[in-house]
């Protein structure tokens, strides 16, 4: 598993149909080292903080293996590292696998755990110049993961990637964004979700209301 680049920006404004918005998805690579700080890396940030940043979302990564798909979809020869305004382009974390909970190691000394899958916003489809994608990139699945910080310090592209810990009760990004937002799983599914232990509270709410629905 390894870190492929390392992405940031200050937040801009940019005019989405006719008016001025605010936003830091507009994320380009760093070279060298980069610094890794409680809520986010050194020289990047987020525009609406109601929504985005914060200690659960304090990192976006978002893996490679996507790349290629959407590639194919908007008949583009390449992507820059970047484009779905993700801090970190990882290779070898599938949300299929990455689970809620797991403590991933960047690098000598970089901790962090993964919190949620990310829902995408407006501001990423003008970003991309595709306003009517919002849906279709939501149920591909492909929404890469959020994580919080528990150790600071320095990272750069090239940096190995390993998982320390995993909860038991974990249940992966693709699971947990069945159930927040593609009316997937049932009762048991729904009920071993609220188990872990590190669930954030914005998906115990989630998961609790559609709980008390089914039964």
Same mark, same amino acid.
């Given at each position: 598993m *390894? !870190? !492929?680049?390392?992405?940031?920006?200050?937040p801009q404004t940019v005019h989405i149909n006719g008016k001025p918005v605010l936003t830091g998805i507009y994320k380009t690579p760093l070279t060298g080292q980069v610094a890794v700080q409680a809520l986010g890396l050194a020289g990047?940030?987020?525009a609406d903080l109601t929504v985005h940043g914060?200690? =659960?979302?304090? !990192?976006?990564?978002?893996?490679?293996? =996507?790349y290629a798909h959407w590639q194919n979809r908007w008949q583009k020869s390449t992507l820059a590292y970047g484009t779905f305004g993700e801090n970190l382009t990882v290779q070898g974390l599938l949300e299929s696998d990455v689970c809620v909970g797991d403590i991933l190691q960047i690098g000598d000394v970089v901790?962090?755990?993964?919190?949620?899958?990310?829902?995408?916003?407006? *501001?990423?489809? =003008?970003?991309?110049? *595709?306003?009517d994608m919002l849906?279709?990139? /939501?149920?591909?699945?492909y929404s890469g993961f959020y994580l919080r910080v528990l150790q600071v310090g320095l990272i750069q592209a090239g940096d190995d990637i390993q998982i320390l810990q995993r909860d038991v009760h974990g249940i992966s990004i693709r699971t947990a964004l069945g159930l927040q937002k593609l009316g997937e799983g049932d009762q048991k599914l729904l009920q071993k979700? /609220?188990?872990?232990?590190? /669930?954030?509270?914005? !998906?115990?709410?989630?998961?609790?209301e559609r709980l008390s629905q089914l039964g």
């Open positions: *390894k !870190l !492929l680049s390392v992405n940031a920006a200050m990047d940030g987020q914060g200690e =659960h979302q304090a !990192l976006y990564a978002y893996p490679v293996e =996507h901790q962090v755990q993964v919190t949620m899958p990310r829902i995408p916003c407006f *501001k990423f489809g =003008h970003k991309v110049g *595709k306003p849906d279709e990139f /939501l149920r591909s699945g979700a /609220l188990q872990v232990s590190t /669930l954030v509270p914005l !998906l115990r709410k989630v998961y609790s």
